[in-house]
């Protein structure tokens, strides 16, 4: 079954420090992947997606086909980026078009 | 541009009831989704909407229904709720049908209690 794994409900780390949420797949082919992020208070938005490569905010995420992962990192986390962050593979083959995401992380930075 | 609108923001209902929630999407978009979010959850895909066509269905019953309108908005309706219905109910517009480079712009939600 398709499915995406994000094992962490909650991290919380101070500033400055690294941050990495953890997001596994489970999907035959290669699924498109993206980060969604909502603060508090805000939309659910796109964060980055691995097509295009970028960072965004300082985040970067990782594909690891190997390990069907796609994790999400930043080397010196900020109070701002507290947030719920769900990973979100476009599953290509056998897609009905959709995004799926996973359960989400709530990142919390401390000062 | 306002972004993509819902309405109503709140409702509360009695089980049994029936439903309509309303989504506008961004000027040009062409394709509407709903999601479920249920408290503590990720978004769960309910239906995909492209140029007034469903395009995809997820695991729901089908006391869900949508449509897509010829101005591209979209409502989403719900029959004999249950309980287990209470929710927030986004909605997504895209250019495009959703994935591969395509990009979802949310709405606010709106948030469903059923007593």
Known sequence: AQRVTQPEKLLSVFKGAPVELKCNYSYSGSPELFWYVQYSRQRLQLLLRHISRESIKGFTADLNKGETSFHLK?????????????????????????????????LSVKP | DAGVTQSPTHLIKTRGQHVTLRCSPISGHKSVSWYQQVLGQGPQFIFQYYEKEERGRGNFPDRFSARQFPNYS??????????????????????????????????????????
Not at chain 1, 96 to 104: M, S
Not at chain 2, 93 to 112: D, H, I, K, T, V
């Open chain 1, 74 to 106: 930043k080397p010196f986390a900020q109070e701002e980026d507290s947030a719920m962050y769900y990973c979100a593979p476009y599953p290509l083959e056998g897609s009905q078009g959709n995004l799926i995401f996973g359960k989400g992380t709530k």
């Open chain 2, 74 to 115: 979209s409502e989403l309706n719900v029959n004999a709720l249950l309980l287990g219905d209470s929710a927030l109910y986004l909605c997504a517009s895209s250019l495009g049908l959703a994935g591969g480079s395509g990009e979802l712009f949310f709405g606010e939600g709106s948030r469903l209690t059923v007593l």
